[in-house]
């Protein structure tokens, strides 16, 4: 078990202790907000020309190109200060503060976009696959969001980056330091890309069985969600967290990933015995997130009595199907392909920056009911993939312990 620490504890007991400000100051580097709203709207962009780099476009350390802007060269023009170099990091400047990238010299001469700030250590004494690893750490995370200002919306400025410690030892030693890493990400790579096909697997033979929901392709009997189980909210009424004799655990949004629950950090509160008794999960309820923005809307995943005697919260919809008709294995498959294929999101409702999907709503969709011989021979196959994935979980879940502990020595100086 590692014992906690923080970045300036590590830090302070390194003898390549600094800061990003320092390095800069060193070397002749900066730190820089992107550009101002006023100089670039959103009519500037385009499908065409350099692309734009901004927080969404930020992934594990890395720029993803999916769905980036692009500008014209006269804006490439007017913004040469925010031209992008190799080695250069791009922080998200509010919102999620952790989001970062380093830019590779596949991104270079790209611009650094509104939203986000940019590293420049211009230190040709650093590598920037070490720069990555190092800012990946979870502790870097903390100390981030720990220092940023705002409390709705958390903010970095140039002083806050500026004072981010940070530890460099010599080149062969961060370079041994990132290939070390890189090897042991490798490794759960490909454990994730395993449960990836996995899931692509259990899609693909809810599609071979049953066809497209929405198109009906196999004529099934078509009834209503509303019809086909029953649809409930989550407890409505004020939390009284841990305050009396009746805690219970319960399951709230953050809880509910694609598919599955994460339930490592599930808190408890105060339920009166009628609350209880209406809101206690039961194997093979589906949970679903009521309220999320509008690409986690509808998240799905099944309950399987991880926890007895568990609840959940306002922010989710449970459906408890019809047994006699309808098994847990193809409704929650039916809902994540509704989930993954944006249906939810077109139907909920959208104020400000989060989408509801409503109990009516969702009640309303149409729900296609196959023999349930036919659910039987797909809950079976589904069992079968469902225990690979729990293997292969469990095998990432010790990768990832032993890439913590690599990260832990490694930025001490004992690896």
């Known amino acids: 078990m590692i014992a906690e ?6 830090v302070t007991r390194s003898r390549w202790a600094t800061t990003v400000g320092k390095v800069c100051d060193e070397f002749g580097g900066e730190v820089q907000t992107g550009p101002f709203g006023s100089q670039l709207h959103a ?16 992934r594990d350390g890395k720029i993803i190109c999916d769905h980036i802007a692009r500008v014209g060269q006269r804006h490439v023009n007017q913004l040469q200060r925010h031209m992008l170099r190799v080695g250069d990091v791009v922080y998200s400047r509010r919102g999620d503060v952790t989001r970062f990238a380093v830019v590779t010299k596949a991104e270079e001469g790209w611009l650094c976009g509104t939203g986000s700030i940019r590293i420049r250590l211009n230190c040709p004494e650093i590598e920037v696959g070490y720069v990555r690893r190092y800012l990946q750490q979870e502790l870097v995370g903390k100390w981030l969001k720990h220092h940023a200002k ?17 530890v460099y030892p010599p080149l062969a030693e961060q370079r041994r330091i990132a290939e070390v890493l890189d090897r042991a990400e490798a490794l759960r790579t490909k454990r994730r890309a395993a449960l990836a096909q996995l899931d692509t697997l259990t899609q693909s033979l809810f599609l071979d069985l049953f066809g497209d929901p929405m198109k009906n392709e196999r004529g099934w009997m078509l009834l209503k969600v509303g019809v086909a189980g029953r649809v409930q909210l989550g407890r409505q009424r004020a939390p009284q967290y841990q305050s009396g004799k009746h805690t219970r655990p ?32 039961e194997h093979g309820d589906i949970l679903l997130n009521e309220g999320q923005s509008t690409e986690l809307v509808g998240r799905t995943a099944m309950w399987r009595n991880e926890i007895p005697g568990c609840c959940f919260q306002n922010t989710l919809i449970r459906f408890q199907p019809n047994r006699e008709t309808t098994l847990p294995e193809f409704a929650l498959a039916l809902f994540l392909h509704y989930y993954r294929s944006g249906e939810f999101a077109k139907i909920s409702s959208k104020t400000s920056n989060v989408a509801h999907l409503g109990a009516g709503r969702f009640s309303a969709m149409p729900f296609p009911l196959p023999p349930i011989t036919l659910q039987r021979e797909f809950a079976r196959r589904v069992t079968t993939a469902e225990a690979l994935k729990a293997a292969h979980r469990a095998s990432l879940a010790e990768l990832d312990a032993l890439f913590a502990t690599l990260q832990h020595r490694a930025f001490r100086g004992e690896l």
């Open 5 to 10: 620490a923080s970045i300036d504890e590590i």
């Open 43 to 58: 009519s500037d962009y385009s499908e065409d020309g350099t692309p734009v780099v901004m927080p969404q476009d930020m």
């Open 150 to 166: 705002g409390v709705t919306m958390p903010n970095l400025n140039t002083n806050i980056i500026r004072a981010l410690p940070f």
């Open 250 to 281: 319960y399951v709230r949004v953050a809880n509910v990933y694609e598919d599955r629950l994460a339930l490592s950090d599930v808190l408890s509160m105060d339920f009166d015995r009628e609350d209880f008794e209406a809101h206690r999960l």
